[in-house]
């Protein structure tokens, strides 16, 4: 079908505040050019948590966590205390272009209700390196999956195409643990993983599409081994930190170029990142704080969560999900619904005292589940969710000897400093949301069938 | 990979068309009776465009000597192994997201 074209570029980790100040420094000249001719910067929201599977999920799906049951890259067991890895099979609400393709696979979600009946016309979608979106599933189009994809063979939809990404050496991600023994040597691979990005969004550019998502994940890689270097001119990787967002830039202008030059004004052009980035300062274990507030108990053996005992009344999975131990819920657990309230309470209050060494507040907003989620998975989610300060990276490390650590980290995922880049016209009043965007995109597809 | 039944189908009529055609300005060639060549080709043309198709059908079940793309086999697997799942830890701990 001719007609309205989507194409969306997504930046994992590039956070507003960034991107402002390098467009300022003349950093970024054809992202420059793209705001002035009609494009507004927004600084967005991420997903909670802003963790990269659920904000890339709720970007694709316009849901929240609640009805697509993604809460971040573990979940735990209820019944052992297991650890589970969820992937693209476990997201329960179909994304956009599931709906756009008119194939949810059996899912249902507020989003497609309301759309699925607006569309008569199925439309082809091309999606290359969006995270949690492995293993690869049938689609109307192309899907070649991001992080955490393990192997092509498995990562790309239809599968007959794996070969041709195979022979152009495409890269499915970078190996981050080069990140810690070979500095220099992983931002080679950097540089070269976005020049193979870069091939295999040409490749795909030239076939027959109605929506185009193509996205970047080398950005979050840099950002949390050399996030430091962003703004720091000193730092002895501050050029190399430049010189990415340079290529990056260049890209973005390319994308941009052609798309123009085939879609024109039936074209609709965004650009977002999943959340945005700040410089570590600490790590904070939150699990030893609620061990040391006498919520969390250890037994000595055991590999991880295997290791919570009687007496837990709390503990928290990555970041700062924090969970009651219920005793209906979990073998070992003892909290009643009774008890519930009060240990809400007194947790917030602990989460709100939470100092650093200088008397500065850690904890910059701390959620209830049924405040910030809706849908029939909240079971799921988490019974509070804590939002740090900038600088403060909480982590849900099992036998973690202090509270707050050092990192090999640069970089720490933030929630409030997301980037979109919309049409001027595109006028959202408040601050955007991740979980508006689909809407969104859907909406620039309705009324063509009518 | 197997063609689909249509394709075949349609190649065996196709065929079949051009070798009754051929067969039949044989049998005219050699004995000058246009009713006799007819004959022979509508009799062959229903006879042999069975067995062609029969054949055709049989040939594309045979795997032997077929070109086939590596990738032809793969089933897209829903479920993590015990090996991804150590895979994936140890991608998460890389990156500080365990």
């Not at chain 1, 991107?19 to 003349?26: D, I, L, P, Q, W």
């Not at chain 1, 990276?393 to 933030?414: C, E, P, Q, W, Y």
């Amino acid at each position: 079908m001719e007609g309205k074209k989507v194409l969306v570029v997504g930046i994992d980790g590039v956070p507003y505040t960034l991107v402002g100040e390098y467009v300022e420094r003349g950093y970024m000249p054809h992202l420059k050019a793209i705001l002035e001719e009609g494009y507004k910067l927004h600084q967005m929201d991420a997903s909670l948590p802003d963790i990269s599977s659920v904000s890339w999920t709720t970007f694709l799906t316009g849901v929240n966590p609640a009805e697509h049951s993604i809460y971040g890259f573990i979940h735990l067991d209820r019944r052992d205390y297991s650890l589970r890895f969820p992937n693209s099979g476990n997201v329960m609400a179909p994304t956009f272009f599931q709906i756009l393709g008119l194939d949810t696979a059996g899912k249902s979600s507020s989003l497609a209700n309301k759309y699925l009946p607006r569309f008569k016309e199925p439309r082809t979608s091309i999606v290359v390196n969006v995270p949690h979106t492995y293993p690869a599933y049938p689609m109307n189009g192309v899907l070649v999956s991001g992080f955490v994809a393990l192997d092509l063979a498995r990562a790309v939809y239809p599968p007959v195409l794996a070969s041709t990404l195979k022979r152009m050496g495409y890269v499915i991600d970078v190996d981050p643990s080069k990140g810690h023994r070979d500095r220099a040597g992983f931002l080679e691979d950097l540089f070269h993983a976005l020049d193979k990005r870069r091939e295999a969004f040409d490749l795909f550019f030239k076939g027959k599409w109605d929506l185009f998502v193509a996205c970047i994940t080398e950005t979050d890689r840099l950002h949390h081994f050399f996030f430091d270097a962003a703004l720091d001119e000193a730092h002895p990787y501050h050029g190399a930190f430049v010189d990415f967002y340079k290529k990056l830039d260049d890209l973005v202008g390319h994308f941009y170029d052609m798309f123009l030059e085939r879609h024109g004004g039936q074209g609709f052009f965004m650009i977002l990142s999943d959340h945005g980035f700040a410089t570590l300062r600490k790590e904070v274990n939150i699990n030893r704080f609620l061990e040391e507030a006498g919520f969390l108990k250890l037994k000595e053996e055991g590999e991880r969560y295997e290791r919570i005992a009687l007496g837990t009344k709390a503990f928290a999975l990555d970041p700062c999900r924090v969970y009651l131990h219920y005793k209906d819920q979990y073998p070992l657990g003892e909290v009643g619904e009774g008890e519930a309230e009060s240990h809400l309470e007194e947790l917030t209050d602990l989460f709100r005292n939470l100092r650093n060494d200088d008397g500065s507040p850690i904890i910059r907003a701390i959620y209830r589940k049924e405040e910030i989620y809706q849908g029939p998975f909240l079971d799921d989610a988490p019974d509070l969710l804590c939002l740090p300060v900038d600088g403060y990276d909480l982590k849900g490390r099992i036998g973690a000897g202090t509270v707050f650590a050092d990192s090999v980290f640069a970089g720490m995922h933030n929630q409030h400093d997301a980037m979109l880049i919309l049409p001027e016209e595109k006028d959202f009043g408040d601050k955007p949301q991740i979980g508006d965007l689909a809407g969104l995109l859907l909406d620039h597809f309705c009324g063509e069938d009518l | 990979m197997e063609d689909y039944r249509v394709r075949s189908i349609v190649k065996t009529i196709s065929w079949r068309v051009l070798a009754t055609l051929a067969t039949m300005f044989i049998v005219f060639a050699f004995t000058g009776k246009a009713k006799l060549s007819v004959g022979i080709g509508l009799v062959e043309a229903v006879s042999k465009m069975v067995l062609y198709y029969l054949h055709e059908r049989t040939w594309g079940k045979i795997s032997w000597g077929k070109l086939k793309h590596p990738l032809a086999d793969l089933v897209l697997k829903k479920e993590l192994t015990p090996e991804d799942k150590e895979l994936i830890q140890q991608r998460l701990k890389e990156l500080g997201y365990m």
